[in-house]
């Protein structure tokens, strides 16, 4: 035993400093155990010479390699991330001055405590739980979501055992990170990113439907609200109808709803038995829990709509006050397009004071005509509209959205029509407020044939459009990406005029109301069509493929070769451009079963783009122009279907 000892001290002694003549090297720490992974700093003493510089080596390997841990010139060595066989290696530091002269020291590399988090990756519904557990060196760990503690309301919470709860609504961007922290050495830790799917528990609250739909050829209108519980239960249901059977008014409803992981459900409105009207199914798509899109879903109707949450302290005639910009489309009793814009002064009482209407009547167009009325509200937030005027008595039944929102459906046989009005922002407006790169949608009739179109231009802020680009879908003639120029001026109350001129087209002229800077509702005024639609400034000035991204819910609808047809699409955008779903159409009064859908895109850069999509065996062209990376128009491109609507990003990200 003590033979042994003295052989392992003067082995030691030798490893620290290795000496040729007068010049000794010195290193230390003599023995370490180093994690993989981790660095231990080595420091060379030499004596002998003026010249101390030394070079540093791992097993004879200057630098060393990934194999059996680097160093650097200043002696800092970094273990594999593998326990190199054997696991004992030699540092040495080699004096500059001579290099026979050196200093040795070992290091045994040892497997790091690790820890995991499992499942991982997990995706969780809205509301539901998952067991989460910790695997490793760490015998009791904190768990955390997001960086606290326990997690928080919005993000959602996790037990001291492991067991997260997440919140009913998805967070922004779906995602949360759930981390596990060893309580004895808070540097270990392991975090999995968890995915928040939407459920029934996303819908919980006060909500308002519109829906434009169509059956047996005829119009069928219907605005409504409902109370979702959180848990698949429609209660409170109250709806207007306007259709082939006459004005229904304040019918009582119930009915129930599903929310699957990618958002698409099912919701199904049973009015009450007395009222005759028959029970309504739509196919949706959760954007939110404040906002849905969906379509008509039975062999009744066709039909496209949109629900959103209602701030129910708004539910009094006082809460509307002020300049609304109204956009109503339709059709009149005739069969033709029905198209209205108008700016109306609300008196936060009782009455419409004054308001400026602008219609289009199958291409018959008034402009300017006067229009006030009384309304009431009740206090399910349901309230009647009498607007009077030259062009006649229009009576509506509305629902409260918000303050600043309103959705309003025609209690008239004559005009089947229905809208929304929007609180006015800001006054005396001029030119400036279109200004930048601006995007544009419109749909109606051109000629009595369905017409849709969609497009970007640059406005200089002083009445100058350049630059522009625009697809149309007439009647199946299509034209692509075809270049125009045009002019616009702004009154001080909003009201404006819109000149798009194009070698394709011809001159193509709206009338319009600003909302807000950027923001307009447009109707078209020239003798070759009666739409309406929607104008908004760009979010970017510049887009590319890379800003379609996440999942998104997709509407739209107009006329097939057969009828009329809606579609409602999921689809999460992939790399490269590559789009995966699903797409559900009602085409006809004809559901189809959920169909998988494939598409391809290209974004330009001024946020115009192009999918090719394949569902059920058919390949269709969508284009789009991008408000933003979270909302869009399309516009169908195919010569048997002319197709208008939007799409936006369910739970989008931060920014």
Known sequence: MTRKLILLLALSTFMLACTHGSIKVMVTPAMATVQTGTNEQFAATVTGTMNTAVTWQVNTIAGGNSTVGT??????????????????????AVSQANTVANGMATVTVTTAPSLNVSPSPATVAAGGTQQFLANGGAATVTWQVNGMDGGSAAAGTITSKGVYTAPDIPPPGQTVTVTAISQSDSSLNASVT???????????????????????????????????????????????QNGPS??????????TYTVGTDGRGLLTITPATSSGLSVEMYEIVVISNARVRMIRYDTAATGIGTIDLNDTSAFSAASLSGNYVLSLSGGGVTGHELAAIALLTLNGKNAVTSGLMDQNANTEVNQNVSVSGPFVVASTGRGTLTLNGNLGTFDFAFYIISASKIRLVSLDAASLWEGTAVAQQGSNFNNSAIDGPIVYQASGQSQSVPSADAGQFTSNGSGTISNGIADENDNGTIYTGYDFTGLYSVASNGHGSMTLTSTARGSITYAFYVIASGQAVLMRTDTGGDSTGTLNVQSQSTFSSTDLSGSYGLTDSGTSSTGFIDKLIEFTAGTGGALTGNENDNDSQSPSADLTMTATSTVSSNGRGTMTVTAGGTTSTVDFYMISPTEMYVIGMDSDQVLSGGGEQQFPPTS
């Open 71 to 92: 160093i650097t010139a200043m002696g800092l060595y970094t273990a594999p991330t593998q326990v190199p066989s054997p696991a004992m290696v030699t540092v040495t």
């Open 194 to 240: 968890v995915t928040i799917a939407p459920s029934i528990a996303t819908l919980n609250g006060s909500y308002t439907y519109l829906v434009n739909g169509q059956s047996s050829n005829s119009g069928l209108l219907e605005a409504g609200s409902f109370t979702a519980d959180g848990k698949g239960n429609l209660t409170n249901g109250i709806e207007d």
């Open 246 to 255: 006459g004005v229904s008014l304040d019918i009582a409803f119930t009915g």
